[in-house]
């Protein structure tokens, strides 16, 4: 609970506020919107309007993504009139960063007045009917990654030392994405998002047991972003891109490549999903802050 005092900022607080400030003198564009693109789904953010490219060696304080399909550069800019931060790749805990480093680019886009972020990901089908290619939309996350990026002090100039997690995945958002997906002709899926911290896949035993719990995806990222941006006071809609069957459900062995393959297969579907919600998104925003007519 809140103590009901100013509190002095903290260190993370401070390095988060000092690549936002950064980030915002290389650009004009005050972005509402942030997306965080995964596994070989960078390739939107190259489709950005008016774009401003900073590889993240740049950035102060933020963490370099050394994953296969990860560029590693923040693009500002600007997708159908609105303007958009989007990460071309993220960093994992597999890659041997904190969990603290993790989540810090989310950390930055708060400061920097992002109001929603889209997290996407690579993931590997549980449910039988998310087969390769499958876009589903994130209901709901199971975290066994073994680390809470909220554990420690709480500062509370981010947020709540308990944040309320129950509705975590947007339900406006959620309908926009799939009324999108119907208007395009695109297949949706909704389902809930296993964590685990990899970098090696499941076993078949594993994922049976992710199964039990309810798990229809699982994958080595997101969730953590997820509950930063809700501790932040961020919306958030996720979208899985099904770039494999989960080990066990198909009778072969899994590898990256097929991951990469899958995403470039995809992607002009992808883009399109994007290009709208983005759209929708920011009218929804737009909307709910106008003053209400006397």
Do not use: W
């Not at 009139?81 to 041997?96: C, D, N, P, S, T």
């Not at 997290?119 to 499958?134: D, M, S």
């Amino acid at each position: 609970m809140s103590t009901g005092k100013p509190q002095k900022p903290g260190p993370e607080y401070l390095r988060a506020e000092d690549a936002a400030k950064y980030i915002l003198k290389k650009t004009k564009l005050r972005p509402k919107i942030a997306l965080v693109l995964g596994s070989g789904l960078g390739a939107f953010a190259d489709e950005f309007g008016d774009a401003v490219k900073i590889p993240y060696a740049k950035i102060p304080h933020f963490p370099q993504s050394t994953a296969i399909g990860h560029a590693g550069q923040l693009v500002i800019g600007k997708v159908e009139g609105v303007e958009v931060a989007g990460m071309q790749g993220r960093v994992h805990l597999y890659e041997g960063y904190s969990i603290k480093d993790v989540v810090f680019p989310v950390r930055v886009f708060a400061r920097m007045g992002v109001k929603a972020v889209i997290l996407t990901n690579a993931a590997g089908g549980i449910k039988k009917e998310f087969t390769q290619g499958r876009l589903v939309v994130i209901t709901d996350h199971i975290n066994l990654q073994g680390a809470n990026p909220l554990t420690g002090p709480n500062d509370e100039n981010f947020g709540l030392r308990f944040p309320d997690m129950s509705a975590a995945y947007d339900k406006k958002f959620r309908e926009l994405a799939l009324a999108e997906g119907r208007l395009h002709g695109i297949n949706l899926g909704e389902g809930v998002y296993a964590a685990l911290a990899g970098p090696s896949y499941e076993t078949p035993a594993e994922i049976r047991y992710l199964r039990s719990i309810g798990a229809d995806l699982v994958g080595m990222s997101t969730v953590p972003e997820v509950i930063v941006a809700r501790h932040s006071g961020m919306r958030v809609l996720g979208i899985s891109c099904v770039t494999n069957a989960a080990a066990g459900i198909l009778d072969q062995p899994l590898n990256q490549e097929e991951v990469l393959e899958t995403a470039e297969r995809v992607k002009g579907q992808f883009i399109a999903l994007l290009r709208a919600v983005i759209l929708d998104m920011a009218s929804a925003l737009y909307n709910e802050r106008k003053p209400s007519p006397e």
